[in-house]
């Protein structure tokens, strides 16, 4: 198993430019997220979903779309790119849409918008 | 709501010295609490967990207890390595919130030879 893989690695915007990021699994997870990371501020939630065609907002979800047509996929896209979205964004899964199994981190995007 | 509170950091340790790392919680009934580790250019993996007060969650040596009295999940290690330099997030999920995940602010530890 790949387990959660990423792309881009890194990417550079400019403001007002549009981009997906992408997020893939092959664990056949119900459960997937995505969390922005800011210095001082540790992980926080955008976007989450609990199974393919169901998605909702976490806290911080402005400015982003996410959609879920597979359980294997779940990209995030940035609309219209704003400096304060420069961060580490982090893609996560999970067997269990109700918790009580182990969530696994991909290894994330370094996002700048200049 | 939910809400997890670390020590401010970093932490420099030299090898072989005591770690602790406190965290605390603010959430309604028994939520479940994890910590993670993020090593350089890596996504977070879990470290440890307890799903119930008093459970104490271990593994490679570091350990955790789920105090509810104080909400309280502090992380210990006996003697640090090297090895362990990395960032420490300690989270909780909430009794009502499925798989989603609350972080705390991350604590950078750095331990030297």
């Known amino acids: 198993n790949a387990g959660v893989t990423q792309t881009p690695k890194f990417q550079v915007l400019k403001t007002g430019q549009s981009m997906t990021l992408q997020c893939a699994q092959d664990?056949?997870?119900?459960?997937m997220s995505w969390y922005r990371q800011d210095p001082g501020m540790g992980l926080r939630l955008i976007h989450y979903?609990?199974?393919?065609?169901?998605?909702d907002q976490g806290e911080v979800p402005n400015g982003y779309n996410v959609s879920r047509s597979t359980t294997e996929d779940f990209p995030l896209r940035l609309l219209s790119a704003a400096p304060s979205q420069t961060s580490v964004y982090f893609c996560?899964?999970?067997?269990?849409?109700?918790?009580?199994?182990?969530?696994?981190f991909g290894p994330g995007t370094r996002l700048t918008v200049t | 709501g939910n809400s997890v509170t670390q020590m401010e950091g970093p932490v420099t340790l030299s090898e072989e010295a005591f770690l602790t790392i406190n965290c605390t919680y603010t959430?309604?009934?028994?939520?479940?609490l994890f910590w993670y580790v993020q090593y350089p250019g890596e996504g977070l993996q879990l470290l440890l967990k307890a799903t119930k007060a008093d459970d104490k969650g271990s593994n490679k040596g570091f350990e955790a207890t789920y105090r509810k009295e104080t909400t309280s999940f502090h992380l210990e290690k006996g003697s640090v390595q090297v090895s362990d330099s990395a960032v420490y997030f300690c989270a909780l999920r909430g009794e009502t919130s499925g798989s989603r995940l609350t972080f705390g602010e991350g604590t950078q530890l750095t331990v030297n030879p």
């Open positions: 996560a899964s999970s067997y269990s849409r109700t918790g009580g199994h182990e969530q696994y």
């Open positions: 979903s609990v199974g393919a065609g169901i998605t």
């Open positions: 959430a309604t009934g028994y939520p479940s």
């Open positions: 664990m056949n997870h119900e459960y």
